[in-house]
């Protein structure tokens, strides 16, 4: 399970206890990858105190995000993983709706969720909503929630796809999740919790810009 994370010092410790609880009462064998986005406040080293040892810590500097992501998918597939699951470190991804998404992964390479109740506020869902629609229209993608961050993935195909997606795509899982959109996916409805911890790192302003990166980044993918 790859969990990219940034300064969420309160949230980390308990996302990942609950998660691994759960892990491990559904897949045989598992770890979860830790990607430390160059946090500022002391999510380190409470990642440190945990000394699990189906805990792994990959460390660098801000990259943000999406590409965080990719780093993820390309050590889950140097650690030999089959597959490899996404989530955020911020409480919102529910671990209840796993085994669904689980028991699917051999109907398709790619098994998303589908954020289809939300605690996380109005704004929030009109922006999934633009956002669906907007790249439904520019890509013609059947994906309906292409940044989920609930998404389980055949390792090796998506380092592979992951590797096509340039250093400088800020929203690097869409891009992932529109690259392996040919070789097939399933979606499930999940349920998308109100995050915990410190306040979401971009507000919907934040939003804007990133939407018109976004579609500029789309032209290089």
């Given amino acids: 399970m790859v969990v990219p994370v940034y300064n969420e010092e309160s949230a980390i410790v308990p ?45 660098h500097s801000n990259r943000g995000h999406g590409q965080s992501c990719l780093v993820g998918y390309r ?4 650690l030999g993983a089959t597959h490899v699951f996404q989530i955020d470190s911020d409480g919102q991804c529910d671990p209840v709706s796993f085994r669904s998404v689980w028991e699917k992964r051999h109907d398709a390479p790619a098994v998303y969720g589908r954020r289809t109740s939300r605690d996380d506020g109005f704004g929030r869902r009109v922006i999934s909503r633009i956002l669906r629609w907007s790249l439904k229209m520019k890509r013609q993608t059947k994906l309906n929630d292409t940044n989920v961050p609930y998404r389980l993935y055949h390792t ?3 380092a592979e796809a992951s590797r096509r997606v340039p250093a400088s795509f800020d929203l690097a899982n869409i891009a992932v999740a529109l690259l392996m959109e040919p070789k097939g ?17 971009v507000r919907y302003w934040g939003f804007v810009r990133k939407a018109r990166r976004l579609f500029r980044d789309l032209d290089t993918l």
């Fill in 156 to 158: 090796k195909l998506v």
């Fill in 185 to 201: 996916f399933v979606e499930t409805p999940i349920h998308f919790r109100d995050r915990v911890g410190a306040p979401a790192s």
């Fill in 15 to 59: 996302v990942l206890t609950e998660w691994r609880k759960v892990l491990a009462e559904t897949v045989p064998n598992f770890l979860l990858l830790v990607i430390n986005d160059g946090s500022k406040d002391g999510t380190l080293a409470a990642l440190m105190a945990l000394q699990w040892p189906d805990l792994r810590i990959h460390t």
């Fill in 75 to 78: 050590e889950a597939a140097k």
